[in-house]
């Protein structure tokens, strides 16, 4: 059974930074690749940030690009998040999703539950 | 970057009825090397996480109940629910991923009438 299980989420100030880790199991993790997805409370899905099975290959949002960067542990089975200079803007459940195949111009097949930040003063 | 546009943004519709989303994209997603149209729908229903319900426009992912049907190419794109059950209340996006940004929808809040 394929789960995924965020964490690392929670309250920050603006301008602080979070690391959100993703716990991939029940699948073979370094031949897919995996994407951040993000929602605010009570608006629909906004794209984050993807990275290839080999970690060789990354591509993110422009509204994060320069701040966040994603990477990927694959003896670990873990997905990263690296949030720096964060905003008000960025307040949002954050979901780490599974592609279906091992290239990045592929479909989300699975999402996790999802980890809430919140950045505020 | 590739603007995704469904219609309506909300829907109400009788049990047993047909339900209809429609998805457009600003760009074609059909890329013509492997006549493959680069497009998934999602569904969400309150308090979970998105679940995949379509992919490569038509595709239906495995567990997906055979009432879901997703057809269309280039530009335009429609989710077909044949007979609604109260199971599929719930918020339904469109989301390519032809070239990034991988762009979703607005997203479309499906009812019971």
Not at chain 2, 70 to 86: M, P
Request: aromatic letters at 12%; a neutral charge.
């Amino acid at each position: 059974e394929v789960q995924l299980l965020e964490s690392g989420g929670g309250l920050v100030q603006p301008g602080g930074s979070l690391r959100l880790s993703c716990a991939a199991s029940g699948f073979t993790f370094n031949t897919y690749a995996m994407s951040w997805v993000r929602q605010a409370q009570g608006k629909g899905l906004e794209w984050v940030s993807v990275i290839s099975d080999s970690g060789a290959s990354t591509d993110y949002a422009d509204s994060v690009r320069g701040r966040f960067t994603i990477s990927r542990d694959n003896p670990k089975n873990t997905l990263y998040l690296q949030m720096n200079s964060l905003r008000a803007e960025d307040t949002a459940i954050y979901y780490c999703a599974k592609h279906g195949c091992s290239g990045t111009r592929c479909y989300i097949n699975f999402w996790g539950q999802g980890t809430l930040v919140t950045v505020s003063s | 970057d590739i603007v995704m546009t469904q219609s309506p943004d909300s829907l109400a519709v009788s049990l047993g009825e047909r339900a209809t989303i429609n998805c457009k994209s600003s760009q074609s997603v059909l890329y013509n090397s492997n006549n493959k149209n680069y497009l998934a729908w999602h569904q969400q229903k309150p308090g979970q996480p998105p679940k995949l319900l379509i992919y490569w426009a038509s595709t239906r992912e495995s567990g997906v109940p055979d009432r879901f049907s997703g057809s269309g190419s280039g530009t335009d794109f429609t989710l077909t629910i044949s007979s609604l059950q109260a199971e599929d209340v719930a918020v339904y996006y469109c989301q390519q991923y032809y070239s990034f940004p991988h762009s979703f929808g607005q997203g479309t809040k499906l009812e019971i009438k």
